[in-house]
């Protein structure tokens, strides 16, 4: 008998797998993901990278606002009595009501080895945090959020001064390749899900704006994981100006916190120096540090603490 399965996501980290299970011939009953959002400018729409992919695979997809509460969303599921769910970032907490819809229940995918870093920031938290590994979970979903019991966990390297980008297109790729042992293994009634240790959680808490301002008084590691960990939002300002770290690596040289100490543009911190290697001013195009050295005014014994 033909199964139907339920897939929910929203960011572009969503896409591969979904185009995973299409490709490998899983039999995708609707799509759920987050509603279109105005555009900066006002004109139009932006629909979601998963809404794209649905159209793109002619998919039916499906956009609430919000699954709680929602009678016309919960009489759809109950009607489709689709066999499983699959759930990647979708956006949004699943009622209780809406978990008991399916045979198998709803399967996430989380981007990190739970229980560490559960919550919605676990790829830009696991850089920020200088770890060395991070991995996926393919979990089922309890009610309290990142909490269900796990099948597996596939363990990543993260590579040196890996950026959160680069990472996320990784995390996705692997997750994208294991979920077809995993949903097959589920569907068999092979699988095994094993509670997670609740004394060895933690949790990846969302990304505030104000975490992107770059502390010259940090040591020059957190500096360089906060570049790689918010890539593209972390900053300083110089003279009411806000300039975007885009690259940077640890330097070998040693100076004040916040001073520019070589025409190289490397900064002093806390405990040394790392050094600007893409940058953007703001309302300008991303620069090569040596192209953006020829025009800036920022200069050697530069201060860029507190200016």
């Not at 989380?110 to 938290?125: M, Y």
């Not at 993260?158 to 077809?180: G, H, P, Q, Y």
């Not at 899900?193 to 808490?205: G, P």
């Not at 969302?206 to 500096?223: F, M, P």
Request: proline share 5%; glycine share 6%.
């Amino acid at each position: 008998m033909l199964k139907k399965i339920i897939f929910m996501g929203t960011p572009l980290f969503a896409v591969p797998i979904l185009k995973s299970l299409y490709q490998n011939g899983y039999p995708i009953s609707v799509v759920y993901t987050q509603p279109p959002k105005k555009s900066r400018r006002g004109m139009g729409v932006n629909p979601t990278p998963i809404q794209n992919m649905s159209e793109t695979l002619n998919l039916e997809f499906r956009t609430p606002l919000s699954l709680k509460n929602n009678k016309e969303e919960y009489d759809y599921l109950k009607k489709l009595e689709a066999d499983i769910a699959i759930v990647v970032a979708y956006g949004q907490i699943l009622p209780k009501e809406i978990l008991s819809l399916t045979k198998k229940g709803f399967i996430n995918i989380h981007a990190s080895i739970l229980p560490k870093f559960r919550g919605s920031a676990p790829i830009q938290r696991s850089i920020m945090n200088l770890d060395e590994k991070t991995g996926i979970s393919i979990m089922k979903i309890a009610e309290k959020l990142d909490t269900g019991p796990i099948c597996n966990s596939y363990k990543l390297d993260i590579l040196d001064n890996e950026n959160v980008e680069s990472l996320s297109e990784r995390l996705s790729l692997l997750a994208a390749e294991k979920i077809l042992d995993d949903i097959d293994a589920i569907f068999e009634n092979k699988a095994v899900f094993k509670s997670q240790d609740e004394s060895r959680a933690t949790y990846a808490n969302k990304i505030l704006k104000s975490e992107g301002k770059i502390n010259w008084q940090d040591e020059a590691e957190k500096i360089i994981g906060k570049v790689n960990g918010l890539y593209p939002n972390s900053y300083f300002v110089y003279n009411g100006e806000r300039y975007k770290i885009l690259k940077a690596e640890i330097s070998s040289n040693a100076g004040a916190p916040g001073n520019v100490l070589t025409d190289k543009f490397e900064i002093g911190c806390k405990n040394g120096a790392i050094k600007i290697l893409e940058i953007q001013r703001e309302g300008r195009r991303p620069q090569k540090i040596n192209e953006f050295s020829l025009g800036s005014k920022i200069k050697k014994g530069s201060s860029l603490k507190d200016a």
